[in-house]
Structure formats: structure tokens, C-alpha cells
């Protein structure tokens, strides 16, 4: 009894960590094995890439060791860095967070006209005291220069969880050339930083109308 009480406790906080992630319930269910590859070279390599990450995140950790999954509309990116982040939070107890840079974007605008929620302080503490942040559509709004909000605040929680040494994954449709315009050039830096890592999807989408 004392031994079913206590799977079931594990259960539940389980349950309760991957909830907590904020994947939506389309990508609940990603995992590598369903990614489909069709023997195709650049998404084995791509998979293969994001399944070592995970298999060996408890060496990632302690390096604080970043990947960036870059690559066109629809191909995947963020099926496996769900698969990822699942993953971890199983086997490794791991504390993660999905979340996409324009939703980062609105809860820190939000802040600044409320007094009654989370002041901006508060939300970047809690973005950088997770185990594996997942920053997802980066680089999908028109970057202004002079005038552009999102740069020097992706560039703020990227280099929070730098100091900290916690891992990041960013996920993009732009390259490695053009990422630097929308989270600035000093945080493209602190992502490749200690060995971080490209997963590149080169192939077009599988998806009609395209996602992410």
C-alpha cells in the first residue's frame, strides 16, 4: 500500500512538473521516435541532435550549455524541442518552461500597467530560475531599429540564465546570420557560448499554412 500511495505521489507531481512546462496539448505527445524523418539525412541529423541533447542534459546543465533549433516555418523545430523538454522532466526531475518570445514580450508590457500583477523583476526571475527555458518564435515580428523592445529584452533573459549557467533553447525561422537583429548580437554570443549547439532544419515545411 505504502509503495502504491507513493508511485501515485510521483504521478501526480510528474504530471504537475509537465504541466507546468506550458506545452500546449497539441505537443503534449511529441516525442522523438514520432518525429518522422523518412531516412531523409538533414531531419536524422536534426533529431539526432535533439535526442543527445536530451540523453546527456544533465552534462548540458552544469555547462549551462544553449541549443538553437533554426530553420524554416513547419518543419519541427518545436515537435522536438517538446520532445526535449518532456524528456527531462521525466528522467532528470528537471523544472522546464516553454514559452514563445512574443508571449514574454506581452506579460512584461502587461506589468508595466498593472500594479496588481508580477512586476517585470519578478517575471524575468521566474524565466531564469527554471532548469531549461524554451523560447520559441523568435524573430517573427519586423525588428525596428531605435525603436524595438524585444532585442534588449530576449538579450536580458538570455544573459539572466547565462550568469546563472542554466541552458536555453531558442527556436527560430531565421538564420544564424539574421538571429543576431532580433535578440542582439551580445546574446547570440552567450548562446554559442561554452559549446552551445545548432540543430539547422534545412527542408521545407511538412505542414500546409506552415507553424513553427
Known amino acids: 500500500m505504502r509503495d502504491a500511495a507513493y508511485a ?5 507531481e510528474l504530471n504537475r512538473d509537465l504541466f507546468a512546462t506550458g506545452i500546449t496539448p ?4 511529441c516525442t522523438f521516435d514520432s518525429f518522422i524523418t523518412n ?9 539526432s541532435i535533439c535526442r543527445r541533447y536530451a540523453e546527456e542534459f544533465e552534462g548540458h546543465y552544469r555547462a549551462g550549455r ?5 530553420g524554416e516555418v513547419g518543419n519541427g523545430k518545436t515537435h522536438l524541442a517538446c520532445a526535449i523538454l518532456q524528456h527531462v522532466v521525466r528522467e532528470y526531475g528537471a523544472k522546464g518552461l516553454n514559452v514563445t518570445a512574443e508571449a514574454i514580450m506581452q506579460a512584461v508590457t502587461d506589468s508595466f500597467r498593472s500594479n496588481a500583477g508580477p512586476s517585470k523583476s519578478d517575471l524575468l526571475a521566474e524565466l531564469a ?4 527555458l524554451v523560447i ?11 525603436k524595438d523592445f524585444m532585442p534588449s529584452l530576449l538579450h536580458e533573459v538570455i544573459d539572466r540564465r547565462y ?3 542554466r541552458p536555453t533553447i531558442l527556436i527560430s525561422n531565421q538564420d544564424r546570420e539574421q538571429l543576431p537583429a532580433y535578440i542582439g548580437p551580445r546574446a547570440m554570443d552567450r548562446l554559442r557560448e561554452n559549446g552551445g549547439l545548432l540543430a539547422p532544419f534545412t527542408w521545407s515545411s511538412a505542414r500546409v499554412g506552415g507553424a513553427a
Open 163 to 165: 550568469q546563472l549557467v
Open 26 to 29: 497539441r505537443f503534449r505527445g
Open 66 to 70: 544553449a541549443l538553437m533549433l533554426l
Open 39 to 47: 531516412a531523409e539525412s538533414a531531419k536524422v541529423r536534426a533529431q
Open 136 to 146: 520559441d518564435e523568435v524573430g517573427m515580428h519586423t525588428p525596428r531599429p531605435g
Open 129 to 132: 530560475a527554471v532548469d531549461l
Open 8 to 12: 501515485e505521489k510521483e504521478a501526480e
